[in-house]
């Protein structure tokens, strides 16, 4: 994802589009059972899994004019998950 990232950031720029790609990290959509989101808990450094928000929030930045000078970038929002 990343090179397709960087190929469209810079193949789109002159239009004024930007181009990011997000790695969520270990979200809780409904999916997981209690205790994989216990083991998943327990190697997060803030100490909880992401939630939907959390990415909504990133993206609604990177669409503002605040994030238009942000462009070909793989963004860990992943609450620190090394």
């Known amino acids: 994802m990343?090179?397709?990232?960087?190929?469209a950031a810079r193949e789109l720029a002159h239009l004024g589009?930007?181009?990011?790609?997000?790695?969520?990290?270990?979200?809780?959509?409904?999916?997981?059972?209690?205790?994989?989101?216990?083991?998943?808990?327990?190697?997060?450094?803030?100490?909880?899994?992401?939630?939907?928000?959390?990415?909504a929030n990133l993206v609604t930045f990177l669409c503002s004019a605040e994030g238009g000078w942000v462009n070909a970038q793989l963004l860990q929002s992943n609450g620190g998950l090394g």
């Open 2 to 7: 990343d090179r397709i990232t960087l190929a």
């Open 17 to 55: 589009v930007t181009c990011n790609a997000i790695n969520p990290g270990p979200t809780d959509t409904g999916w997981m059972t209690e205790d994989q989101k216990a083991d998943l808990i327990r190697g997060m450094p803030l100490g909880r899994l992401g939630v939907p928000q959390d990415c």
